[in-house]
């Protein structure tokens, strides 16, 4: 990206020089809601000039925020204290066009990898914070967007998305699909890879992952660049485009501005104490998507709600004076909003973005977990005579092992209102379970098995013989059975015989146990969570209980350690140390012709416990 760095008036360099390998700079791109550059495409030259100011000054407030925030560098004995710096320097080239030749107003900043620290030396930027702040500073931009345009031009703006994005109020979504040939071309190759993915895994992919599939796909099918064409041509292509679905830049200016007028007309001044719905409403917003979060994650909660109209006009640097203001009351902490957990680093310096936080909401929601299984727990299980033991064994269960007999015992036996047992991969889990379903039928008791996916829980059904449904479907489903009258109930309600198994429990969203803990506290059920903590948690949504909740249990938990899916004994064991994380089991399965000898490398063996953990 960059060559050597030298100083621009001096010619002398910038402290140590680049290793061969090493980052040069970061490439932040700000770009435009697509409605935004098909208002410049068609707009006339004062819309342009507006568009472009507001854009510019977008772009200034963001990298203004990260210049605060993550300008910063390490020193000392392996970069173990972190020391801020005079600021970044970086290189703005705007852009016009998508790959594709839409209009796409976007601006790449390129950030050089030298900052002039306090204490006078130059050094490498610190990556993580760059890393750690873009997403907050990509929110900041889009806020500061939406101010600068609203007070410059007649328009006003739909809903936020989750990605702080949104559209000018009125564009015609015919525009925005013609000039969106780069995303269809992106999403056509992401969305069945996606689904492919979904498949295999059995669930819904995560964000991050979702992330990394669209990642690859902008790769895949990224067209070569439109050059040298004069932006005039450009703009009489779009003009021909856009006469062609029947619109042009005046009649689009017309629609913008009624649908502004017409939001004037409904909205109203700001009521007193917007400010603290913003930090409540933003706190929460953070705690739902993650258990665990940082001041930047809720930067982007609070840019998003930002107002942007009219009656509360915004320059740029208001806009990110005001997020910041905002997001510092919210962790200053009141009974409704932020919970201060510290930071979790050892054996470095903290570093500026290592304090985390958790919603209020999440840990009163945790609190209730816990308490229920606590209270509902070290109860005497049932007495299990030898002669009921074998009653439970016959037939196609008389081939479980000496272990997992053991466990279908003890869950059977169990009288407490959550048992717990994990189980890694191949240990027989679902084989367990059927045994266990078995014997509570015969003990009269009802059984419904759940699990997060439709694919596991229709999987969990052909194995146990029992009903299975989607964990979110069920609740669903006894959410419309509360709302009937109490004598229409009967048919699908817990009963204090029935037993809720759900199976791939460390995938439970913290919302969903409260739920399932709750339902069957008040019916006098049971409720059986399944797993493996050591696999992937919830999905796009706080989780984790899974794991806590075998520390709270510790002996009473129920496991499954042997393993019975493998037909090398080598290979049985390398997976349990693949399973905790260890890096040097790789070495062994390049031994055995397992996997490409380079795959013992780091990088090969992030992916290989990044694919094991997906699995």
């Not at 984790?544 to 080598?570: A, C, D, N, S």
């Amino acid at each position: 990206m960059f060559g050597r760095a030298l100083s621009p008036t001096a010619g002398r360099p910038l402290g140590q020089a680049w290793r061969v390998d090493a980052v040069t700079g970061y490439d932040l791109t700000f770009s435009a809601p697509k409605s935004v550059s098909a208002l410049w495409a068609l707009g006339d030259p004062s819309t342009i000039d507006a568009v472009d100011a507001a854009h510019t000054a977008a772009v200034h407030a963001a990298l203004g925020y990260l210049d605060t925030h993550a300008s910063v560098s390490r020193r000392g004995k392996d970069g173990v204290d972190q020391i801020t710096s005079a600021g970044l320097a970086a290189a703005l080239f705007d852009h016009r066009t998508s790959r594709t030749g839409d209009p796409q107003l976007h601006t790449h900043a390129l950030v050089i990898n030298k900052v002039r620290c306090a204490d006078g030396a130059w050094r490498t930027l610190d990556g993580h914070e760059i890393y750690h702040h873009k997403k907050a500073a990509g929110a900041i931009y889009q806020t500061a967007l939406r101010a600068e345009l609203t007070a410059r031009l007649p328009i006003t703006f739909g809903a936020v998305s989750e990605h702080g994005q949104a559209e000018i109020a009125g564009t015609p979504d015919e525009l925005i699909t013609a000039w969106s040939t780069r995303t269809a071309a992106v999403m056509g190759d992401a969305v069945p890879t996606i689904a492919d993915a979904e498949a295999a895994l059995g669930r819904p992919v995560s964000s991050a992952e979702r992330a990394r599939i669209i990642k690859t796909a902008v790769l895949t099918t990224r067209p070569a660049k439109e050059t040298d064409v004069p932006e005039g041509d450009l703009r009489a292509r779009w003009a021909d485009q856009a006469a062609g679905l029947g619109w042009d830049g005046p009649s689009l200016q017309q629609v913008l501005q009624r649908e502004r007028q017409g939001s004037d007309h409904r909205s109203e001044p700001l009521a007193s104490g917007w400010a603290d719905r913003v930090t409540a409403e933003a706190v929460t917003a953070v705690g739902r998507g993650k258990a665990i979060w940082s001041r930047a994650d809720l930067t982007v909660q609070v840019a998003a709600r930002i107002p942007t109209n009219k009656r509360a006009p915004m320059s740029a640097e208001q806009v990110v004076d005001l997020v910041e203001q905002l997001t510092d009351t919210a962790l200053a902490g009141t009974a409704h909003e932020a919970v201060a957990l510290g930071t979790d680093q050892v054996g470095v310096t903290a570093r500026a973005s290592d304090d985390r936080y958790a919603s209020a909401e999440l840990v009163d929601t945790e609190a209730r977990i816990l308490e229920r299984v606590i209270t509902g727990v070290f109860n005497t299980p049932s007495r299990v005579p030898a002669h009921a033991q074998a009653w439970f064994f016959d037939g196609p269960s008389a081939a479980l092992s000496d272990e997992q007999r053991r466990a279908t015992v003890k869950l059977v036996a169990s009288k407490d209102l959550v048992t717990v047992m994990t189980a890694p991969a191949g240990a027989g889990k679902t084989t367990t379970l059927a045994a266990a379903v078995r014997a509570w039928w015969r003990l009269n008791t009802e059984v419904i098995m759940l699990a997060p996916s439709a694919r596991a829980a229709a999987e969990l059904a052909t194995a146990t013989g029992a009903p299975g449904h989607t964990v979110a479907r069920w609740l669903l489903q006894q959410q419309h059975l509360d709302d009937l009258p109490a004598g229409q109930r009967a048919e699908g309600c817990l009963g204090h015989r029935s037993v809720v198994v759900v199976d791939e429990a460390s995938m439970l969203t913290t919302a969903d146990l409260d739920q399932l803990t709750a339902r069957v506290a008040r019916a006098g059920a049971s409720l059986v969570l399944v797993g493996d903590p050591g696999q992937i948690g919830a999905v796009n949504a706080p989780g984790g209980m899974f794991e806590h909740l075998t520390h709270v249990l510790g002996p009473w938990t129920v496991e499954l350690t042997e393993l019975h899916r493998f037909t090398h004994p080598w290979e049985a064991a390398a997976t349990l140390r693949l399973r905790d994380g260890d890096a040097t089991v790789l070495a062994e399965y390049a031994e055995h012709g397992r996997i490409h000898p380079e795959a013992t490398s780091q990088d090969a063996a992030d992916g290989v416990f990044e694919r094991w953990h997906t699995a």
